[in-house]
């Protein structure tokens, strides 16, 4: 199934205001947005991907919109799934992609060296 083209869009344009390199990748019949060659952001069908880590990960599971990132049928450690009501304000989608590339400084890369 395909991926919200819209939200890849707006995706794209918050992370290129912060002046941010990533990189796309299609996986998971979604796309994945890496930065510094760690998994940060996505979209999957309409759901936002969000990597909070495990820090965080309660009190954004606690949002409105959000739930366990379950893909594989079981939850993924820091990681949630939003649904368009919870991204479709600029201001709700500004604040998970700032908490995504906050986590992601101290997210471990899997890229072999």
């Not at 992370?15 to 979604?30: D, I, P, Q, W, Y």
């Not at 994945?32 to 954004?60: N, S, T, W």
């Not at 949002?63 to 594989?72: C, G, I, L, S």
Request: hydrophobic share 35%; proline share 4%; aromatic share 10%.
């Amino acid at each position: 199934m395909a991926f919200n083209e819209f939200l890849a869009d707006k995706l794209r344009q918050s992370l290129k205001e912060r002046k941010v390199v990533f990189e796309e990748k299609k996986m998971m019949g979604g796309l994945c947005i890496m930065v510094d060659d760690k998994m940060c952001i996505g979209v999957i069908k309409d759901d936002l991907m969000a990597r909070v880590g495990p820090h965080e990960y309660q009190r954004f599971l606690d949002k409105p919109y959000a739930r366990v990132m379950d893909f594989t049928k079981r939850p993924m450690k820091g990681y949630l799934y939003v649904n368009p009501a919870g991204w479709d304000n600029d201001d709700e989608l500004s604040e998970w992609v700032d908490q995504c590339l906050e986590f992601n400084k101290e997210a471990k890369s899997s890229k072999k060296k």
